[in-house]
């Protein structure tokens, strides 16, 4: 039997939207000298949905003969065609976002990057702060450089006495902390070597050394 298809169009065959459950219209292109109303090889759909009052082609499917043996389409038979389907009205798109998160394994790993900027220190250091007037030095700092987001930097002189303990607290990302170079007893560091030792409950340890030069 024939089925009265859009486009006042008859054919044996009707085109459903899988998703919406509803028959799409179509219209069936048939070489001239073969109209049947039937699909062959050699026809196309064209499949159209309404957008803003007008009806647009969404859709071209083409039939071609395959090589092998040809099987022509029975009464019941249904093909599915699978696309990514386009944007259309009332789609709904679901996001899952997650916190940040440290990897403890990668932390651990990174702290062979940890270095202190400039090193060694010398009398002034090109990006340290001007002074207002015209003469004299800006502030004097060291920068501790890729620290895990937790860690107690502990700096000894080669004696070992302890010099003072800072206390770094960031974000998971690169983190960073200055120095004003003054022990914890309020004094300016005197020049020499010193060593440091970076202790993170999160990562591990880690020592180095810097040199100060007068």
Do not use: C
């Not at 890729?146 to 690169?174: M, T």
């Not at 970076?198 to 100060?212: I, N, W, Y």
Request: glycine share 8%; no cysteine; net charge neutral.
């Amino acid at each position: 039997s024939t089925l009265k298809n859009s486009f006042k169009h008859l054919s044996n065959f009707r085109v459903i939207d899988k998703v919406s459950g509803k028959k799409v219209r179509t219209y069936l292109w048939e070489p001239s000298e073969g109209r049947d109303s039937l699909l062959s090889a050699g026809d196309y759909l064209r499949l159209q949905l309404k957008v803003g009052g007008l009806w647009r082609d969404t859709w071209r499917v083409y039939f071609v003969a395959p090589e092998e043996e040809l099987i022509m389409p029975d009464s019941g038979d249904v093909a599915n065609i699978g696309i990514h389907l386009p944007f259309r009205s009332g789609d709904e798109f679901a996001f899952t976002s997650f916190a940040a998160d440290m990897d403890q394994t990668l932390a651990k790993h990174q702290l062979k990057n940890i270095a202190v900027v400039p090193n060694p220190y010398v009398a002034a250091a090109a990006w340290e702060s001007q002074r207002m007037s015209a003469s004299g030095r800006g502030e004097r700092k060291i920068n501790f450089i890729h620290l895990p987001q937790q860690a107690q930097i502990s700096i000894f002189n080669v004696s070992g006495d302890h010099v003072i303990s800072l206390d770094h607290l960031s974000g998971i990302d690169d983190g960073a902390l200055a120095w004003n170079l003054q022990t914890k007893d309020g004094l300016d560091l005197a020049p020499g070597v010193y060593i440091y030792y970076v202790d993170s409950a999160l990562a591990g340890t880690f020592t180095g050394k810097f040199a100060v030069i007068k």
